[in-house]
């Protein structure tokens, strides 16, 4: 069977773009790559990702990479997107990564006329104290701790909303959208657990569509991981279709 065509300009466009969209507090870029670090909160943040097209990276480069992560207390991880060389693919699996995580990249259209303003979503630009305390409450493991969370936010340079869906005048549901070059990426979409099924995550998406396409943005993107089949229906619903499946490995050290 024929492999499926993905359109690798969109998705370098995503994937460069994510880059700033959840910016690590520290990122270096090694040759085809962006190698970053953020105290282990979120496999995205501590990963290695290709930054072009058949990105690879010889055994010199890898046992670099390696040795940072292990100077910095973290597992080595690379993330297998279309982006990855074929040849680096193979490196990797003969060093041992196994696969942590299995995520689909997805895309939407945005209409501004079809994603108006939501009036009982919050959204300021800058992550403030409730919405960091508000998404770690609803969080487990590392990502509970708020301290690297807002490590991370807090370096969002481009236009931003940090968002909180109202229901019944309280904090229900929280997400955030980041906007750059006519694109928008939105995640973190987080509802809390004894409100779900009442539609409040699709609300939110839609608020936050309406946002980036009041920004000027014609597309908004998302990751999702593929085992989420709740929440890959609501995207499909909502317009995105999938651009490409990617892997995160990690070495067991």
């Given at each position: 069977m024929?492999?499926?065509?993905i ?33 282990g ?8 990702s ?12 890898l ?61 300021t ?28 936010v ?54 936050l569509?309406?946002?980036a ?41």
């Amino acid at each position: 069977m024929d492999k499926p065509i993905i359109d690798l300009a969109l998705v370098r466009a995503c994937e460069s773009r994510i880059i700033n969209a959840w910016p690590a507090p520290t990122t270096l870029v090694i040759d085809d790559w962006a190698v970053r670090f953020a105290n282990g909160y979120s496999g995205r943040a501590n990963s290695a990702s290709a930054l072009r097209e058949g990105g690879d990276m010889d055994d010199a480069t890898l046992e670099l990479v390696e040795k940072l992560y292990a100077e910095a207390g973290l597992p080595p991880r690379i993330r297998f997107t279309p982006l990855v060389a074929e040849s680096a693919r193979r490196r990797f699996s003969a060093r041992g990564y196994r696969i942590e995580t299995a995520s689909f990249g997805m895309v939407a259209e945005l209409d501004r006329h079809r994603h108006p303003e939501l009036p009982e979503m919050i959204a300021t630009p800058r992550a403030d104290a409730a919405w960091i305390d508000g998404v770690c409450s609803h969080q487990t493991g590392n990502k509970r701790n708020r301290g690297h969370l807002a490590a991370i936010v807090s370096g969002i340079c481009l236009p931003a909303a940090f968002a909180t869906l109202l229901h019944e005048g309280r904090p229900a549901a929280y997400a955030m959208s980041v906007a750059e070059r006519g694109m928008a990426e939105i995640g973190a979409v987080i509802v809390d657990e004894s409100l779900r099924g009442r539609g409040l995550g699709k609300k939110l998406m839609q608020g936050l569509m309406g946002w980036a396409a009041a920004q000027g943005c014609a597309q908004a993107y998302l990751q999702v991981d593929q085992s989420n089949g709740l929440a890959l229906e609501m995207y499909r619903r909502l317009g995105f279709r999938q651009l490409y499946a990617y892997e995160t490995r990690v070495l067991d050290v």
